[in-house]
């Protein structure tokens, strides 16, 4: 069960496992990691306008001495006049084409006036412009996906979604509708379980079935995702699980009952959040928002700083320098 690649449904063919750039490095230098990860043999980056990690991504594979043809390269949308944010992606990745191109969010403040639909259209241009060989969608219900269809030209190649045991119900009309249009589902977030929700009812048929392998509960996770035919999109600072997770495509891949069990155990939801839980999370959106604020600020500051410059040395005839 080596990793592989799938065929998309406009013939084109993408890795079924990607390394990702998301959220959790945003204000980080990711070029260090990305390198990592091409080093222990991942070929699918996955990265964002949100994420702010194009410009990393695009020189970690530059330094890579690698041929552009040995990457699958995904980036999205996320906001603004779609053509120039696209441009811009472009710019930051160095390249002069995406494999992959998504629709991050279908929110107001992603999409905006154009709404999902006209949204959808001009990325149907950019990939008829040949600087997208593939186009999608990502975090799109179903009332979102048949907006798409009712439009569309070109049906979406991709859906990625966050995917685990314990949403697994909640997305299953998602799963099943991509399924009957051919769209190729990604999920991210699916160690969730392991990493926000420990020792929650999944534990236990996760932790039988790598014992059953001697593998990694995180590797009997990932052997669950590929089980219910979907692409793992996953992220890792150290060398260790990078290889862990690739090491996946090797294990024998899950039973039927095995899989059965795990959707079971998922359908009673998350564990209650305990008391150190919430302080973890609390923590972790804290720290975060901190960041963020610090940024803001200096911004700020700086703003400032230059517009008294301009006054003091305006006022008396002096210039700055």
Request: glycine share 10%.
């Amino acid at each position: 069960m080596t990793f592989g690649t799938v065929t998309l449904n406009d013939g084109n063919t993408m890795p079924t496992i990607a390394y990702g750039t998301g959220s959790k490095w945003k204000w980080k230098s990711v070029v260090e990691f990305v390198a990592t990860a091409i080093d222990c043999g991942f070929s699918h980056i996955d990265t964002a306008q949100q994420y702010q990690t194009e410009p990393d991504v695009g020189q970690a594979i530059r330094e890579s001495g690698l041929s552009r043809s040995d990457f699958f390269v995904t980036t999205k949308f996320g906001g603004g006049e779609v053509q120039e944010e696209f441009n811009k992606s472009l710019n930051g990745l160095g390249l002069k084409q995406v494999d992959l191109y998504l629709i991050h969010f279908p929110t107001p403040r992603i999409v905006g006036e154009k709404g999902v639909a006209g949204t959808w259209l001009e990325l149907e241009k950019i990939r008829n412009s040949g600087r997208a060989r593939s186009i999608g969608v990502s975090n799109f219900q179903l009332s979102h996906l048949e907006t798409v269809a009712e439009i569309s030209t070109v049906t979406p190649a991709v859906n990625q979604i966050h995917l685990h045991p314990y949403n697994y119900s909640e997305m299953k009309p998602v799963l099943e509708y991509c399924a009957k249009h051919s769209i190729v589902v990604e999920a991210y977030s699916s160690l969730d379980p392991i990493t926000k929700f420990p020792g929650g009812p999944v534990d236990v048929p996760l932790a039988a079935a790598a014992a059953r392998r001697g593998a990694s509960m995180v590797q009997a996770l990932f052997l669950w995702v590929h089980a219910k035919g979907v692409v793992i999109v996953t992220t890792s600072s150290t060398r260790k699980h990078m290889e862990e997770y690739l090491a996946v495509g090797d294990l024998e891949p899950l039973s039927d009952a095995e899989v059965a069990a795990i959707d079971e155990a998922g359908k009673g939801g998350p564990p209650v959040a305990t008391a150190a839980m919430l302080a973890r999370l609390r923590l972790r959106h804290l720290r975060r928002a901190r960041t963020e604020l610090s940024v803001v600020v200096l911004g700020l500051l700086l703003l400032v700083l230059g517009l008294w410059k301009l006054q003091v040395f305006g006022r008396s005839g002096m210039r700055c320098i």
